[in-house]
């Protein structure tokens, strides 16, 4: 009897013994695929910190402005380049319609409008819409 006590002890024993090598080498391979995650996360974070330098960067708004000037031809809008809401056509869904060869209507074009442009500079002054007060009236000075 003692002698199975002693086997099955021993037996016992070694199993353990397996077990805790298995879980030990299990929690270092655990480890190390964290430490690996870890330095990832760390070399992601350094990334977006870049990223995130050069995109203030690109974004400057004086170096926007600059390129802006040196790339675009952009000027000031002439008072000659804006209409009024009078110059729009009173009815809208008056389109006339091409049509091809079948007699069907495959696009429209809208009705002819005077363009600001064509008025003389006082009729196209006039013919502007200003609602907004000036800022001199809201500075409490007089218009």
């Known amino acids: 009897m003692t002698r199975a006590v002693t086997i099955i002890g021993l037996l016992l024993t070694i199993l353990i013994g397996a ?43 004086e170096r926007i402005e600059r390129l802006s000037q040196q790339y675009l031809s952009l000027a000031q809008i002439d008072i000659l380049q804006m209409a009024s809401i009078d110059d729009l056509p009173e009815n809208a869904d008056q389109h006339l319609y091409r049509l091809d060869k079948f007699g069907e209507a495959v696009a429209f074009l809208p009705l002819p409008r005077a363009r600001p442009g064509d008025l003389m500079y006082d009729e196209a002054a006039d013919a502007m819409i200003i609602d907004a007060p000036s800022v001199a009236a809201t500075a409490g000075g007089t218009q």
């Open 19 to 61: 077990g805790t090598y298995w879980v030990s080498h299990e929690v270092e391979r655990l480890e190390k695929r964290y430490a690996d995650i870890q330095s990832d996360i760390l070399a992601e974070q350094e990334t977006i910190h870049v990223l995130q330098a050069e995109w203030s960067y690109l974004n400057n708004p």
